[in-house]
């Protein structure tokens, strides 16, 4: 069993930067894929950026140019870098592990992008 956790949300003001946590713990079966999605109120989950063992990366066209995925390997963390955010990226934002064929979601984690 794989638990995943998200950090690193919080308020942040428009133009802000804010850089989320995902730890995962548990069985380290590779190959993993790690990858960032969030929900606004009334809308669709989107897909932000996802990253693999071998920083294999790809971003979605929510946040492109304004994200970087990143991998800590020594604490089973990968990072999501966001910058010049705006009110629309006002979302719940979570963390996906795939290894192998079974896939982990954390609870999710808040981020309020206001003045």
């Known amino acids: 069993q794989v638990r995943v956790v998200e950090s690193g949300g919080g308020l942040v003001h428009p133009g802000g930067s804010l850089r989320l946590s995902c730890a995962a713990s548990?069985?380290?079966?590779?190959?993993?894929?790690t990858g960032w999605y969030r929900e606004a109120p009334g809308k669709q989950r989107e897909f932000v950026a996802q990253?693999?063992?071998?920083?294999?990366?790809i971003y979605g066209k929510s946040m492109e140019g304004r994200v970087a995925i990143f991998r800590a390997n020594a604490e089973n963390t990968v990072y999501l870098q966001m910058i010049s955010l705006k009110p629309d990226d006002t979302a719940v934002y979570s963390c996906?592990?795939?290894?192998?064929?079974?896939?982990?979601w954390g609870q999710g984690i808040q981020v309020t992008v206001s003045s």
């Open positions: 996906r592990v795939q290894r192998g064929s079974s896939v982990y």
């Open positions: 548990g069985s380290n079966f590779s190959p993993t894929i």
């Open positions: 990253t693999t063992d071998f920083d294999d990366i």
